[in-house]
């Protein structure tokens, strides 16, 4: 693999972590901690859980968009695997 190729391959994955570790952080607080609807009333807490799902949304849907890269790079990989296993001819 090219250095380059390498060297995007790398960038590409510490993004993915850091945004897998947010997806995970916010989802599961959101999720376990934080009270929702009736019960977060007039708390500030609420517009914390708004927050919270806005940076998710937008944390997963960059995430797909990296992990999509991800595969692209690793394409000529991916296919001399399928063409081994005769998946692809
Ligand atoms: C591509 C990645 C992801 C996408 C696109 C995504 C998207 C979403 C969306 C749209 C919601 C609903 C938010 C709302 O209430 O409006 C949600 C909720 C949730 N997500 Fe994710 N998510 C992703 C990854 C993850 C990961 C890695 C975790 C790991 C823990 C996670 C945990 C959760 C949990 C626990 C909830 C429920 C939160 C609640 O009940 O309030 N998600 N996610």
């Given at each position: 693999?090219?250095n380059?190729?390498?060297?995007k391959l790398?960038?590409?994955?510490?993004?993915?972590?850091?945004?897998?570790?947010?997806?995970?952080s916010?989802?599961?607080?959101?999720?376990?901690?934080?009270?929702?609807?009736?019960?977060?009333r007039?708390?500030?807490?609420?517009?914390?859980?708004?927050?919270?799902?806005?940076?998710?949304?937008?944390a997963?849907?960059?995430?797909?968009?990296?992990?999509?890269?991800?595969?692209?790079?690793?394409w000529?990989?991916i296919?001399?695997?399928?063409?081994?296993?005769?998946?692809?001819?």
């Amino acid at each position: 693999m090219s250095n380059g190729k390498y060297s995007k391959l790398w960038t590409v994955n510490v993004i993915s972590f850091i945004l897998f570790v947010i997806l995970c952080s916010t989802g599961l607080i959101n999720w376990l901690v934080l009270p929702r609807g009736y019960e977060a009333r007039g708390n500030f807490l609420v517009s914390l859980r708004h927050f919270f799902i806005a940076i998710h949304e937008w944390a997963g849907l960059i995430f797909i968009v990296l992990i999509a890269i991800h595969i692209i790079l690793h394409w000529p990989y991916i296919k001399s695997n399928l063409k081994k296993y005769g998946i692809m001819k």
